[in-house]
Every structure is written in C-alpha cells, then in structure tokens.
Nanobody
Framework: VQLQASGGGLVQAGSSLRLSCAAS????????VAWFRQAPGQEREFVAV???????YYASSVKGRFTISRDNAKATVYLQMNSLKPEDTAIYYC?????????????????WGQGTQVTVSS
C-alpha cells in the first residue's frame, strides 16, 4: 500500500490543522492506520491509531485535542488537531498495517507515508 500524508503547515499556538493520509494500492478498509510524529533530535512517537472498525486510541499528550477518523470510501484517514501547542511541532507520518488490534509501536507498521511538517509557533 502507498500512503500520502498532507495537510501540514505553520500555525500559531491554539490553532487547528487537519492532516490527511490517502492510501492506494490495496484493501485499505481492513487496515489499521496510525499517526506518528518525530521532532528534531527525538525518536518517532505514537500519536493516534484507528482500526478497521473505527476503534481509536490516543497518546496521552494529544488526547482531548486530536481526533482521528477514517473515510473508507475515500481510502483516507484524517487527524484533526485542535488547540495546537509548540511542543506539537514535528514531522507527522501516517502508517498502516493489516491488524485488527491497536498497535502503538512504530516497528509494528509495515507501510509508511512520506511525512508532513507541522510547525506551531508560540
């Protein structure tokens, strides 16, 4: 499967952004899709995941501010990010895997998008 992440940008603290992850090449509707992020000099960290059935799970740092959703007809997963903080600044990657369970480790995912930069100024 090929994943294409988009929607990043430069925003002020408190603003919102919506990231998109468009998939092609295989049965997207049966895959779990996650968002990870990586800030300069830091390891890639889990942000959120949504399973094929719509179950979702969030990192504690974004819970209540970010919402992950999917549109299987469009083969796209979204990450709505509200109340953005400077510490949310990172490259955001989407990843997919054929699993029915919630996975939060990057090494569990077989397919990755190219990343989209999110910069939040204070």
């Amino acid at each position: 499967v090929q994943l294409q992440a988009s929607g990043g940008g430069l925003v002020q603290a408190g603003s919102s952004l919506r990231l998109s992850c468009a998939a092609s090449g295989r049965a997207f509707s049966s895959s779990a899709v996650a968002w990870f992020r990586q800030a300069p000099g830091q390891e890639r960290e889990f942000v959120a995941v949504i399973t094929w059935s719509g179950a979702s799970y969030y990192a504690s740092s974004v819970k209540g501010r970010f919402t992950i959703s999917r549109d299987n007809a469009k083969a796209t997963v979204y990450l709505q990010m509200n109340s953005l903080k400077p510490e949310d600044t990172a490259i955001y990657y989407c990843a997919a895997d054929d699993t029915i369970v919630i996975l939060t480790k990057a090494e569990n995912y077989d397919y990755w998008g190219q990343g989209t930069q999110v910069t939040v100024s204070s």
